[in-house]
């Protein structure tokens, strides 16, 4: 299967300021991907005059994600990409029987990620999390079992969330959007002493019904008999298409576009879809 992906992200910046996106794809899927995917960045002054390409620079960041940097100046900035991926077409792989790890024997790599982190206060809901999933068969049961939970428990509304949102709020709220189902999963998990890992990126409806409008999405990966696992607690199913673009504790580690200043989201749009054997790109450059 053939996957178009994409973004057209643009702002009004009012004074010169520094940015730093994690949208590209992760290296890990670097290989199937048919085209470049280049964080592309330009600006102009907004009223019809001419456009300048931003330089940009990249880093790896200490979860293997690549960061890209860009300063801008004052006036209207858009970011964009457009490109291509060779995708399996198969769900998420399931495996009833994947055991847990106990702690002494996990990789040293792995650690971090059964510890609290901003937005997933392990020791807050350690307590909760023994007494509601103490008594289900470890591994890959526990893991489902604990989606199970946040999905039935927890409603999604874009209106219902906020910055500074956490799992604890979101347990006690029982409200939020995909990053607050996967924290509060996540959160549980780890309670359980079950590594587990906050997921950004690309998953278009692929044989599920179509909801617009397309954003990017979260997930959450545990460490299970040696590999990680993609789990989601906000859909709770196993789903056709994710494309990786960064991993890390929680929502702060992967934040695809962080501003050193103020700035004006005035255009968002993000594309994850089959493609057809013929058709118009999904982004249009300029």
Known sequence: MLIRLGYDIQFDVPAPLAFVAQLRVHSSRAAELREPDVVHVTSSDGIGGDTTDIPTSEYIDSY?????????????LRVWTATSIDDSGLPDPVEWGAREIPPQDLPDNVLPFLLSSRYCEVDSLSAVAYELFGAVDPGWNRVQAICNWVNAKVTFNYGM????????????????????????AVTFCRCMNIPARYVAGYLGDIGVPLRLPMDFSAWFEVYLDGRWWAFDARNNMPRIGRVLMATGRDAADVAFLTSFGSSTLTSFFVVSEEAEATGTPAIQTP
């Open 64 to 76: 293997g994600n690549i960061c890209t940097r860009f300063y801008a100046p004052q006036g209207h």
């Open 161 to 184: 969330t906020r910055p500074t949102k956490t799992a604890l709020d979101v347990f006690t709220e029982r409200v939020g959007v995909c990053r607050d189902f996967q924290h509060l």
